[in-house]
């Protein structure tokens, strides 16, 4: 594995990914999870809990965006076009989700639709994000770096499978956020919710595992043949340490240890993924090495990036401090 | 059934349409990020309650308008590749790299702080609450910069050479950023920004100021207001000449489409102020046209020649009439601006700012003409660079994705749906926040509604809270 200039961008653009994926993840399960939360007040400790955060949370899907443009300009051109419906969907239910969260504050009368709107955009934003997974492993038809397949391509069982993974998965983050965050009659039902979301992420991550390698022989060389085998072995094995924390936390009334370790899933899950896809951007058709931007590019926006994202880190981790602690529903009132 | 609908048309309404919508909220948000932070500097230095209270009012407005820009802003980022696909993979190594420093220098920057400026004043204390308000207000002009930088480039791209494939290829990155046009559309666009803010913010304060004049907070705002209108509008008008001398140096296509000349004038160009643009016949009708005046203030010169749009090859010719129309509304607003501008520093002169009952109308007439007079710009400019995505060098309908016209046109409808929907909403909750006095003895707290982010209050969520509110501001 050669360390080189567009290997380092495979990387950050990764984390960019992964940095969304759970950031963005636990407050848009915290929609997923709205019609298990009737009473009002509930919602709007559940919103308070991401209102200083969410923002920051979804930049980093610009950043994974923005920075594929720049750095891989082909897979940007290519995977975006053939994954054109369920992006434009996902961009829509983001969209609503993110107006809905402000916008229920400002009526009384409206609210409810407002709440709808907020559950909607974001359970069919988690579903598309996991639909465009699903169809990124399966693979994606290229011919002279262009997209050449048709605009249902992406629509197989096995992206609805990996569509409802996502959801459930952060439907879990959701509730261990919300059992992180809040106290009382809501924690004791999102500890629920988050033990029965967890069983069923737990389950889809087996059914995709077991699934993929028998999609593509190179997933299944990576996965089953020697001498790969023994560190992709490790994943797994992570991930029955992450699932016994997970239930061992809930059991014991532990309030970080389950976010902790579902966040552990996500990591791991992404990993797995990387695993499978290296040293392809695009699984079949385009390695990283091939999809690269000139090496001007990549220079450029390196320099800045090396800086600012440690920097970033540090103020996105000041900013959580801040806002440290559970939710007091009454503090406000006084 | 073919309507002539094409991908590339309906790929075009499509980015129009929603790069309209998104440009109206950082249009607005970077002028009141700024003049939170003003706000709440004076508050801070004075401790004159009437400044803390104007923050927390426009704090309200500017947390919905923000929102509704970021959501808009990630439609924005993945658009490229749906629809422009050919064109992100060829100039995607030149435009993203600056777009991925817009992201990495002030959209982090500005959520990250968002969330204390908005919430966190009780958590962190003024000092640093003032420096996250002052962040939020940079973030928004560093943004601002980085997302001019790549438009200029666009449309006069330097600092590149093309590949065997035809990609673009950086070579000098100082060249690309600080391309020949952008220092102009940056100061243009940024005092734009401004100017809408301010005319906003005069808007609500005369509005308020019409129904109760010893409103100390309207006063404050509609003060503030029209200092801004009177200082800013002859520096915008200013910068607003200096960028058409740029274009018609750069883009004279452009220049002959926004002035409506189809003819070349070698013994100097006319003014036109009206005609109706006669693509078929390539002319102007109905012209109403002051004489030299077109030369004199292109060009400073009463006899120097004008190139018309029959110097240009047919097939470069950007169109006419959506350029010569959006620029007249957009110097129109502008001179309009620049009049309820000197007319209150008469009104100040004679002091009766506070009291004069029709320049508060005025003023409010003029609210919404800063997102008028920027979407009128942005059309002039944009529109006036067709038939190209990067200037000279890369054609409209070469750039876009290979994706089928019905898939298109339905993510269109989809997207007018949501977009009227949404936005629709969002402008009756900013009526709503607008409609509220801003007064001081607002002890209505309880009424509302839910708390943000542990304890602190968002705005009002009214309905009934409204009228009563109003009542007390009397």
């Known amino acids: ?334 | 059934m073919d309507f002539g609908l094409t991908a590339e048309l309906l790929a075009r309404i499509q980015f129009a349409f929603t790069i309209s919508f998104h440009f109206i909220f950082p249009a607005f948000s970077i002028g009141t990020a700024s003049y939170l932070a003003v706000l709440n500097g004076l508050w801070l230095w004075k401790r004159d309650p009437a400044y803390l209270k104007l923050f927390e009012y426009w704090k309200t407005i500017f947390a919905v308008t923000f929102g509704m820009g970021v959501v808009s802003g990630i439609v924005m980022s993945y658009q490229f590749g749906t629809n422009w696909s050919v064109f992100s993979q060829r100039a995607g190594a030149v435009i993203g790299p600056l777009m991925g420093y817009e992201v990495l220098t002030a959209f982090f920057l500005e959520a990250g702080f968002l969330g204390i400026a908005l919430f966190g004043r009780k958590r962190v204390g003024d000092t640093l609450h003032m420096v996250a308000v002052a962040v939020v207000a940079i973030g928004t002009l560093i943004s601002a910069t980085w997302i001019i930088s790549v438009n200029s480039w666009m449309h006069t791209p330097q600092g590149f050479s093309i590949d065997g494939s035809g990609n673009f290829v950086p070579e000098d990155w100082w060249a690309i950023v600080f391309n020949p046009s952008f220092p102009y559309r940056l100061v243009h666009t940024v005092l734009a920004a401004f100017l809408t803010t301010a005319f906003a913010v005069g808007a609500v304060g005369a509005w308020h100021l019409l129904r109760d004049r010893s409103n100390r907070q309207a006063q404050i705002m509609f003060s503030m207001a029209m200092w801004m209108a009177a200082i800013v509008t002859p520096l915008q008008i200013f910068a607003g000449d200096q960028h058409g001398l740029n274009t018609l140096e750069y883009q004279p296509a452009k220049i002959a489409a926004m002035e409506g000349h189809y003819e070349g004038h070698p013994e100097g160009a006319p003014l036109i102020l009206f005609g109706i643009p006669n693509e078929a016949e390539q002319r102007m009708d109905y012209a109403v046209q002051i004489p030299k005046l077109g030369s004199l203030i292109l060009e400073h010169d009463l006899n120097a020649p004008m190139r018309g749009l029959d110097a240009f090859p047919e097939a470069d010719r950007p169109p006419v009439m959506i350029p010569f129309f959006a620029f007249r509304i957009m110097v129109g607003i502008g001179f309009a601006m620049l009049g309820v501008g000197l007319w209150s520093l008469w009104s100040r002169y004679r002091k009766t700012l506070f009291t004069n009952s029709w320049l508060h109308r005025a003023a409010l007439v003029m609210g919404p003409s800063g997102f008028v007079a920027v979407l009128a710009g942005w059309f002039t400019t944009e529109v006036g660079r067709q038939p190209f995505t990067v200037y000279g060098l890369m054609r409209t309908s070469e750039s876009l994705s290979p994706v089928d016209a019905p898939a298109v046109g339905a993510s269109l409808v989809a997207f007018v749906v949501v977009y009227f929907v949404v936005f629709g909403a969002g402008v009756f909750y900013l009526f709503r926040l607008f409609r509220r006095p801003p007064v001081l003895d607002d002890d209505h707290e309880l009424d509302k509604g839910p708390t943000r982010a542990a304890g602190i209050m968002p705005g009002p969520a009214q309905e009934d809270s409204i009228r009563e509110g109003a009542d007390r501001g009397h």
């Open chain 1, 1 to 334: 594995m050669a360390i080189d200039l567009p290997t380092v961008w495979a990387g950050i653009i990764a984390f960019a990914v992964l940095a969304y994926v759970v950031l963005d993840g636990f407050d848009l399960g915290v929609g997923i999870l709205f019609p298990f939360f009737p009473e009002r007040h509930d919602r709007d400790v559940m919103t308070n809990s991401i209102a200083p955060v969410w923002d920051g949370n979804e930049t980093w899907l610009v950043l994974g965006g923005g920075g594929l443009m720049a750095v891989f300009p082909v897979v940007y051109a290519t995977v975006l076009p053939a994954l054109y419906m369920p992006i434009i969907l996902m961009l829509l239910a983001l969209v609503f989700r993110g107006v809905a969260f402000e916008f229920r504050h400002r009526t009384i009368r409206g609210s409810i639709w407002w709440d709808v709107g907020f559950w909607l955009g974001s359970t069919i934003a988690a579903f598309c994000q996991g639909i465009a997974l699903g169809a990124l492993v399966q693979g994606i038809t290229i011919v002279d770096n262009a997209y050449a397949g048709d605009w249902w391509e992406w629509l197989t069982p096995f992206s609805l499978v990996t569509g409802c993974a996502v959801t459930v998965g952060y439907a879990l983050l959701g509730a261990t956020w919300l059992n992180l965050k809040t106290a009382g009659e809501l924690q004791a039902t999102a500890r629920r919710l988050a033990m029965i979301s967890g069983a069923a992420t737990v389950v889809l991550i087996g059914v995709v595992s077991l699934w993929s390698p028998f999609i593509d022989a190179v997933y299944f060389e990576r996965w089953f043949q020697w001498p790969t085998a023994f560190f992709s072995a490790f994943v797994p094995m992570l991930l029955a340490v992450c699932v016994f924390a997970l239930w061992h936390g809930l059991t014991t009334d532990k309030h970080l240890q389950p976010f902790l370790a579902a966040l552990g899933l996500f990591v791991l899950s992404f990993v797995g993924v990387g695993i499978s896809f290296y040293p392809y951007m695009v699984p079949g058709a385009l390695t990283i090495a091939e999809a690269a931007a000139p090496e001007s590019s990549m220079v450029f926006l390196l320099v800045g990036a090396s800086v600012l994202i440690p920097v970033i880190l540090i103020y996105t981790g000041y900013a959580y401090w801040v806002f440290r602690g559970k939710i007091d529903p009454e503090e406000g009132y006084h």
